[in-house]
Nanobody, 127 residues
Framework: QVQLVESGGGLVQAGAALRLSCAASGGIFGNYAMGWFRQAPGKEREFVAALSRSGVGTIYTDSAKGRFTISRNNAKSTMFLQMNTLKPEDTAVYYC????????????????????WGQGTQLTVSS
């Protein structure tokens, strides 16, 4: 059983940068592909970015391309989401998720394929 804990959220102004972290425990972190999702008030949870087991494979939703960078440190069992040039529409609860895969390069963008989820961290971007 993998436990995921997000941190790093907060209240920032538009244009600011912030880095979210996702600390994993209870499993071999390198065996899991990882992803970030977010859910804004009144909206469905949406995909933000995903990362392969090796960290080589990455994929982003269109709104995150060029502004967000997903990365991982397998030795420290931690995943990150560096977010730059934040916009009010980025306001949401951000969740990290993990899924065990055999492929070291595959990325997963569908929420239902993920096995484990964190509790979420709130990001609020003011205009």
């Amino acid at each position: 059983q993998v436990q995921l804990v997000e941190s790093g959220g907060g209240l920032v102004q538009a244009g600011a940068a912030l880095r979210l972290s996702c600390a994993a425990s209870g499993g071999i972190f390198g065996n899991y592909a990882m992803g970030w999702f977010r859910q804004a008030p009144g909206k469905e949870r949406e995909f933000v970015a995903a990362l392969s087991r090796s960290g080589v494979g990455t994929i982003y939703t269109d709104s995150a391309k060029g502004r967000f960078t997903i990365s991982r440190n397998n030795a420290k069992s931690t995943m990150f989401l560096q977010m730059n040039t934040l916009k009010p529409e980025d306001t949401a609860v951000y969740y990290c998720a993990a899924v065990r895969l055999s492929s070291v390069l595959a990325v997963v963008t569908t929420a239902t394929e993920y096995q484990y989820w964190g509790q979420g961290t709130q990001l609020t971007v003011s205009s």
